[in-house]
């Protein structure tokens, strides 16, 4: 089914946004309470208004303050370098580089001269002077993603790093003093990587000064309409089309889902909609478990299939009125009714 005529109120010709652009946020304040994340004057992310990302945006700007090593932990897709970019706009260091590093790309043989640097002639190729990351990034923040995957064998040399606040080059005789502000992010259970053998704990606990566990989406699927709005919106400039308005049918269906991508896949989805012309779908698996999860209504009773349905939108929402009138497809007031009717 085409997007454009029948699930937009207007069709203009895509067209991919060339501007592009990296990822740079800054805090804002949401219209509903939740945290967003802006670069310059125009919005280029949302975080939510789930209690625990206000309390992790909260910490950030304590890390951010006395510049300590954080540790940022949660399941792939829910944005956790986006929080080690809010870090480093959030404090003294805004103004120097941001250096991110994929230590799951690390290879143990050029590892070592890639984060601490090399002399010249250090070893077979080496014809000329290398700074290293942490060098290159003096006086910003590196940000050390998929640390789990960090090999064994540079693990007590990164630990010496964030002891000593100091590099030894390869081939050098003499440490180097370095200022970096440190920020490392995992999806593996770092503590029971520490009980196999394969982390090692003194530098777990380095890294974890201040520990950020960011929620999956599922866990905090009150935020997904704002979600859906955001990327919406977003995907519509970018592409010169309008911004899609779901039915209350289809929002339920979204919010409905436990989105195992986190909030990447949503995007995912909601962009390839996009691109395609069509109306964004949750993922065949989710359609399947609606199919199944189909069948009979519990009762014929309108009253009590009201209260019903009321009751489930709060429960996906967390309480939210307004998005869960939004979710029944009536305005705040009817809401409020409704409600005061239950009661």
Request: glycine share 10%.
């Amino acid at each position: 089914m085409a997007i454009v005529p029948r699930h937009f109120p207007t069709a203009v010709t895509a067209a991919r946004d060339p501007r592009g652009g990296a990822l740079d946020p800054v805090v804002t304040a949401g219209d509903r309470g939740g945290v967003g994340v802006a670069s310059g004057s125009e919005a280029n992310w949302v975080l939510g208004g789930n209690a625990a990302m206000r309390r992790i945006a909260r910490s950030i700007e304590r890390a951010a303050e006395v510049e300590c090593t954080v540790l940022v932990s949660g399941e792939t897709g829910t944005g956790k370098e986006l929080w080690a970019r809010l870090l480093h706009r959030s404090g003294p260091r805004r103004d120097k580089i941001f250096v991110p590093v994929n230590c799951a790309a690390l290879t143990p043989s050029l590892a070592e001269s890639q984060l601490f640097g090399h002399e010249k002639g250090a070893f077979t190729g080496a014809a000329g002077r290398s700074l290293g990351i942490f060098r290159a990034a003096q006086g910003g923040v590196v940000f050390l993603d998929e640390i789990g995957e960090m090999p064994q064998e540079l693990q007590p040399k990164l630990l010496r790093v964030l002891q000593q606040r100091e590099v030894l080059p390869v081939g050098a005789t003499e440490p180097v003093p370095i200022d970096v502000q440190v920020v490392a992010a995992t999806n593996r259970d770092l503590e029971s990587e520490v009980e196999k053998g394969s982390f090692r704990e003194d530098l777990y606990y380095r890294l974890n000064m201040i520990e950020l566990k960011v929620p999956a989406l599922r866990e905090r699927s009150e935020d997904i309409l704002e979600f859906i709005e955001f990327f919406s919106r977003q995907f519509a400039e970018r592409y010169r089309l309008p911004v899609w308005q779901p039915s209350p049918e289809k929002l339920a269906e979204f919010c409905a889902f436990d989105w195992p991508g986190n909030v990447r896949q949503l995007s995912h989805v909601i962009e390839q909609a996009y691109v395609l012309q069509i109306e964004p779908q949750v993922p065949a698996r989710g359609r399947e478990k609606a199919v199944e999860g189909g069948g009979r209504l519990p009762c014929l009773d309108l009253g009590k299939l009201r209260q019903q349905a009321i009751k489930e939108a709060l429960e996906i929402t967390r309480g939210h009125k307004a998005r869960a009138a939004k979710l029944l497809g009536v305005h705040a007031n009817t809401m409020t009714r409704l409600l005061r009717e239950t009661e």
